[in-house]
């Protein structure tokens, strides 16, 4: 915990005995009952480290069931409602939960995992936060006691880490770099496509085709896939042509489309076409599948050998995870007819990146949706209105590991393996569980290929399981000496912000309120009250030498504690301009690479300029392209113009 976050003692704090009304305690309740729904969704959507995510669930659960009980029994536990001691514990016990969520959001998904991999430092990290959250609820002494026990929660912390470890080092396939970190790729695309799909996003006119003259029609069968010969510059490669149903659709995709070769498991896309003489016609040229798909491949050259099927699991759940990284796992259709296996016989995701829309659909009159019923999970045939989730695709992946163990297409709901099949046993009950009815009690995506790799690895050792029971735990804790809550009327951090906000609101109301919150650990209080005094809201009795030394202070602990990295950009800034501080470009780079690793737009910008000018002691254009690219790709004119000046390829 950071040296100035501060807790009540039960022991301290005798002097106060203010009576606070009861709403200012309601908006704190109502926080912390937000943060628990919105954890809540994370543990149920968590593709990574799920166990500890489960470890902090535990935690908040408890405490959303203990204030739920304040509240409801409002009257005999009035004495906790009168206590500013419980106000300003609760307030700190707010700001833990606060932090819980961040940590958790960003952990469960690998495109935001990058920096903790980087650091390795997630055990450190969830062990501080899970001691800081154990302490304050001892603290609050509140009227249900809560005894844990935490004998089990470091092994179910380091299995998880395990398991992330793993799959780091076998994922493979464009998602990791050489060092087994997050690749930049995945950050890269899961930027651009969370553009493109964005308001920001310029959906200019399509005008960039392949010349016609550059291919060879090899059959005039007018199919809606036909293949063709690249004769360009001598790569005379055979490519498919598939005719383009939706092409507002494939516009808006075929920036990102063009950057999916990155991955070896899905189909490459070369560009599209207009056939000639036909300016109606548009086709999608892609990698042609010398096999065709996978149920035409297992009908003309099965049965296939166990490690076959093994190998095309594999394959198949590594395109799957590449495209649930960058954020377009919701675009596809998973059945046999949309694998391809190519001529070096390895499994690709197919061309189709248009879900089918499920949505006012009639399925015994859609021949398409016919086919396809028994690969449909079933929150999609009991709801219209469901989206395609990960969860329903992960169903499909089920139904389809099955038809590949079996060689034949699903005609039931709940099939079972037969005896014939000889896939590991491990591999049917990864497939059934997938195919759950409900779908939190689906694996992952990560947890599918670990099975599946440990299985085409001939690794059989089994996940341990373990029971999970909490230890109780506390730590000694500073005290406030003073309190300043009714100096700003107990407002809510929240509601500061909004203060902030208003083109009227009271500026020194508001850093009442960050200066007071600041002492209890919020870091987002302590950022505000640096840019309060940096952008002069409020007078201090100070020279401005010694002003701007304070903010550069404040501005250093909160970006040091990487909570809020609006701060790293501000201590960069001051750092590269040596106001507080002495002047500093490399350690200004440092703050400036933070902040565009927590996803700050212009900081991308800042490291990726520092980075190809050197000015911050050495050039490194690897580096420049990367961060400069992932600033253009979130539309930041200043990195357009710079890639576009220097023939940075977008």
Sequence with gaps: MAKDSIIINNNNFNKIKSEIPYEKFSQIIKEIEKSYEEIVEIYKKAEHNRRICGIMLERVLIANMIINNLKICKEENLNFFLSEKNYINLNRFSIIISKIYKLLLEISQLQSLYKYIKYNNIEKIVKNLKDDFDSTIQILNFPLKVNYNLNSDDKRIKADINDLNEYLQYIEGDLTDSDKNVSDIVIHLNALNNTINSKLYDHDEFDEFLPYNDFEI??????????????????????????????????????????????????????????????????LVNEWAEYGNLRNYY???????????????????????????IGMINCISIYAENILITDRETAKIGGNFNSIDYSNMNLE?????????????????????????????????????????????????????????????????????????????????????????????????????????????????????????SDFNYMTLDIAMIQHKLSDGDCNLAFKCFETYSKLGDMRAKYFKAYYIHKKYIKLDIDDTKRDQLIAKLFKEVADLDEYPEAQIRYGYCLYKGIGVKKNLKEALEYYTKAAENHQINAMYNAGFLYFSGDAGKKDFKLGERYMKLAAYHQYKPAMEYCKKHNILL
């Design 218 to 283: 090899l059959n005039n069968d007018f199919s809606s896939t036909r293949k063709c010969k690249r004769i360009k510059n001598g790569d005379n490669d055979f490519v498919a042509f598939k005719l383009v149903n939706n092409k507002n659709d494939i516009i808006k995709q075929v920036k990102i489309l063009s950057k999916l070769e990155k991955c070896h498991n899905i189909i490459k896309f070369y560009g599209l076409i207009i056939e000639d003489n036909n300016v109606d016609k548009w086709y």
């Design 299 to 325: 009908l003309e050259y099965g049965p296939l050998d166990v490690n076959v099927k093994l190998k095309f699991a594999v394959d198949i759940a590594r395109g799957l995870n590449f495209l649930k990284s």
């Design 365 to 485: 009159r859609n021949s398409k949706l016919e086919n396809l019923t028994q690969y449909l999970a079933p929150e999609l045939l009991n709801s219209n209105s469901q989206r395609y989730e990960t969860k329903s695709i992960i169903y499909s992946f089920g139904k389809l590991l099955w038809e590949i163990a079996e060689e034949k297409y699903p005609q039931k709901r709940y099939e079972t393996f037969s005896t014939n099949s000889f896939l590991p046993k491990e591999y049917k009950e990864i497939s059934q569980k997938a195919t759950n009815d409900d779908p939190y009690l689906r694996p992952t995506l990560a947890k599918i290929f670990i099975t599946l790799h440990r299985l085409y690895k001939n690794d059989d050792k089994k996940l341990s399981s373990s029971t999970y029971v909490l230890k109780n735990e506390v730590k000694e804790k500073g005290i406030i000496k003073e309190s300043k809550f």
